[in-house]
């Protein structure tokens, strides 16, 4: 009899120890998961953000310093670095609006248009 409640004693423990345990582990999956969703409707929600301020001035060009100025001012808390980042494609084309556009200044300050 004493063997027998010892040996359920100890069966005892173990399933206790067991359900601690995986209480450990799924509090900390919970956590876990709750913070990394958190973090994507931040990152969300800046994106929204960011996307409305570029289209304030829908028709212009952004000079990358005034837009580093909203984006410091929308997100003071938050460090975000506004950096202008080319494919090749866009350099090509960015290149020709370029040169049409300086050309054009050129005209115009000729006075032929």
């Known amino acids: 009899m004493k063997k027998e409640n010892i040996k359920l ?13 995986l209480t ?11 913070l990394s969703q958190r973090r994507k409707k931040n990152i969300s929600k800046i994106k929204n953000d960011f996307q409305n301020i ?6 212009f060009k952004w000079d990358v310093n ?7 001012n929308n997100w003071e808390s938050i460090k975000i670095t ?23 200044e050129r005209q115009i300050d000729n006075g032929i248009y």
Do not use: G
């Open 9 to 21: 004693r100890s069966e005892l423990k173990c399933v206790l120890i067991l359900i601690i345990l």
């Open 24 to 34: 450990i582990i799924l509090r900390i999956f919970f956590v876990v998961f709750q």
């Open 54 to 59: 570029l289209n304030n001035k829908f028709n």
């Open 66 to 72: 005034e837009l580093q100025k909203k984006v410091n």
């Open 82 to 104: 506004v950096k202008l980042i080319f494919t090749n494609n866009e350099e090509k084309t960015k290149d020709s609006v370029n040169n049409y556009m300086s050309i054009l």
